[in-house]
RNA sequence: GCGCCCAUAGCUCAAUUGGAUAGAGCAACGCCCUUCUAAGGCGUAGGUUCCAGGUUCGAGCCCUGGUGGGCGCACCA
């Protein structure tokens, strides 16, 4: 509809120019947008006052111009000069009633399109450290990166799930470290966890399969454990040192056992994050090892690129990116005096294998304390020669958790956090991937558990779902009967229809497709949200005033042949957010 | 100190990416209702879009400077 006013736009400037109204150089972008009032039409458009300052002319008189000079069509009922120069369109209705044609023909596909050439696009997201189960924070990240990759998919994009697993470093020691002193535990030794192990029930239930797998193979006394080490910090020590010295110790004692035991823990963790995932509806089509940058050779070969394109300096014994020539702020070591490269060379890394994969454009999700990072890599990128356009961060901000009015506390201390799994057993799978799309990624949210599990109008899950089930319910209903759905008789009325009702929900129902299309290239899936609570409350707000079950058949017909649309595109928008479109409840 | 993000009704948030009179839902108030699916329906009220400038036909949205809040400023991951 859109496209075929631009056309009668357009072919109004064309005469225009060509009798000389208006003069040549103009080159207009014809923008058609869907109007808030309906007193102003169906659609608006705001060429008259872009053109207003190159064809020094009053834009009302321009739009004059253009209606007088629009060319004859049968789906405009009658055009309309408004405000300070906007033309409003209204459209025949019959027309209106095209869409629902569309969504019967298109089904499942109405609102996806396809295009020729499809983007290669890689969608990064999650990638939480395997040290322990994921939390909630991880959820909201999960159920944005999830749904951006879904719509961009639906909007014609080829793409591609990935999760960074960062399974080297010194995080994944402690790990380490800390199951093996709850595995020695087991075996019957006695200790001191050191203050900055990990704590969690997790690290002692892997602790557990260690000993399956390993018997006592790993076992050692605490007094060759803890043998001339430094003081942990309760002791006035020093934290960090202590974890350290014990890593050393844990690795010299167990020798090759040491990458069984950390194996077992990463192993364990990686999977359990991909269960819980999965469970939640998402699924990757890579998990992407850190470590393997290294072995393949990937980070060296990246190293050696940022060489060969004089962007590394050596001093004081260390490698450093000079990351400052691309709008950093300091530069970045690469690798330290002792040749060990740093976890940002591993990243560096990893983004040119992403470019080398030939993806066109890589987008990453991260947490919003990741911001500082942005500027290096992207830095990165430029540096290795790719476009750092390519390269789309989309920042998550923090969820905070409420019950009803009361803050739930989270903390990663000491192992007592609320994870994804709990959030997802206490609300439901549903509710939180929609309730964790609803808001801009990069506004803060508040997560009401209360309203989340809530069965009633004030909870938005709740109310779509229930328009989908109410209309299966309808159509349910008419199957038993004598009567049979006739969707051509039902259009014929639609066409005709003036209620107000009917008018809003077949123009929702055009929105869809736009909808989907803005929320991919803004990487935005909170419109959907928003656009199926708008559809939903529509519908609801219909069926309340509309018996749809009715001797009459015209009524019967147009009734039951819209509410059919609407749960079409109701599915449809669900599906595409990963939640259940349920047909009674 | 520097950088990034945010600020809209009492509360939680929208606003077609610069469009016409800034919209929903809670909460408040006033009516109605007991149903093809019931956990409701209709309506009223509520605003200097944090402040001050600027850009233009037009600003909640863009620019500059403030205020307040969140986050980040490693050779860690």
């Known amino acids: 509809m859109k496209q075929h006013i631009t056309g009668l736009i357009q072919a109004a400037l064309d005469t225009l120019v060509q009798n000389g109204s208006l003069p040549a150089d103009i080159n207009p972008t014809i923008m058609i947008e869907n109007t808030r009032d309906k007193s102003h039409g169906d659609l608006a458009s705001n060429v008259a006052m872009t053109l207003a300052k190159p064809a020094r002319r009053n834009p009302r008189e321009i739009a004059t111009l253009i209606t007088q000079a629009l060319p004859q069509s049968d789906v405009l009922t009658k055009t309309e000069i408004a405000g300070p120069g906007f033309i409003n369109f209204f459209i025949t209705s019959a027309s209106a ?62 793409v591609s799930r990935e999760y960074y697993v960062n399974d080297a470093g010194r995080q994944m020691d402690i790990l380490a470290v800390s199951v093996w002193l709850r595995y020695l535990e087991e075996c019957g030794e006695n200790l001191t966890f050191p203050a900055n192990g990990y704590k969690g029930q997790y690290v002692s239930d892997i602790a557990l399969q260690v000993k399956q797998k390993y018997a006592l193979k790993m076992q050692f006394s605490s007094a060759q454990v803890f043998a001339d080490l430094p003081l942990d910090e309760p002791e006035g020590g020093n934290k960090e040192q202590y974890i350290d010295a014990l890593i050393a110790r844990c690795n010299s004692l167990l020798a090759d056992d040491f990458q069984n035991l950390f194996n077992v823990g990463l192993e364990a963790i990686r999977d359990d994050i991909r269960d819980d995932l999965s469970e939640f509806g998402i699924d990757y089509q890579e998990w992407f090892s850190e470590r393997s940058l290294t072995s393949t050779g990937d980070v060296d070969k990246a190293l050696i690129r940022l060489q060969d394109n004089g962007h590394l300096y050596e001093k004081e014994g260390n490698l450093w990116f000079k990351s400052t020539d691309f709008g950093d702020d300091k530069d970045r070591v690469v690798k330290r005096a002792n040749g060990a490269t740093t976890y940002f060379a591993s990243d560096i890394a990893y983004h040119m294998n992403k470019f080398d994969r030939g993806f066109d454009k890589v987008v990453n999700i991260w947490g919003a304390d990741h911001h500082g990072y942005i500027t290096r890599v992207k830095a990165a990128i430029s540096a290795l020669g790719y476009d750092s356009e390519r390269l789309v961060v989309k920042l998550v901000q923090f969820a905070i ?116 299309k803005n929320a991919a290239t803004n990487y935005e899936p909170h419109l959907v949200a928003n656009y199926l609570k708008e559809l939903a409350s529509e519908f609801h707000t219909y069926y309340n005033s509309n018996k749809m079950l009715v001797e009459e058949s015209n009524a019967r017909n147009s009734r039951l042949t819209l509410s059919a649309a609407v749960r079409q595109v109701l599915a449809n928008g669900l599906s595409l957010l990963g939640v259940d479109a349920p047909n009674r409840m």
Not at 117 to 145: D, I
Not at 413 to 429: D, Y
């Open 97 to 158: 009633t095209k869409i629902v044609e569309d969504i019967f023909a298109q089904a499942e596909n109405f609102g996806r399109c396809t295009v020729e050439n499809p983007e290669k696009v890689q969608v990064e997201f999650v990638s939480a450290n395997p040290t322990g189960p994921l939390h909630v924070g991880h959820g909201r990240g999960a159920a944005y990166g999830a749904t951006v990759a879904d719509i961009l998919s639906a909007t014609g994009s080829d």
């Open 401 to 516: 958790l409420y019950r009803g009015t009361e803050r739930v506390q989270m903390s990663t201390r000491s192992g007592s956090f609320v994870t994804l799994r709990e959030l997802r057993k206490e609300v439901g799978t549903d509710a939180c991937r929609f309730f964790y799309v609803t808001r801009k990624a990069d506004n803060h949210m508040d997560f009401d558990l209360e309203l989340a599990k809530s069965q009633s109008k004030d909870n938005p899950v709740y109310y779509i779902q229930y328009a989908h089930a109410r209309i299966c319910s309808v159509l349910d209903k008419l199957a038993d009967s004598e009567w049979q759905l006739d969707i051509d008789a039902g259009l014929k009325v639609l066409g005709e229809s003036s209620d107000d009702n009917e008018k809003s929900i077949l123009n929702l129902l055009a929105k869809y497709p736009e909808t989907l």
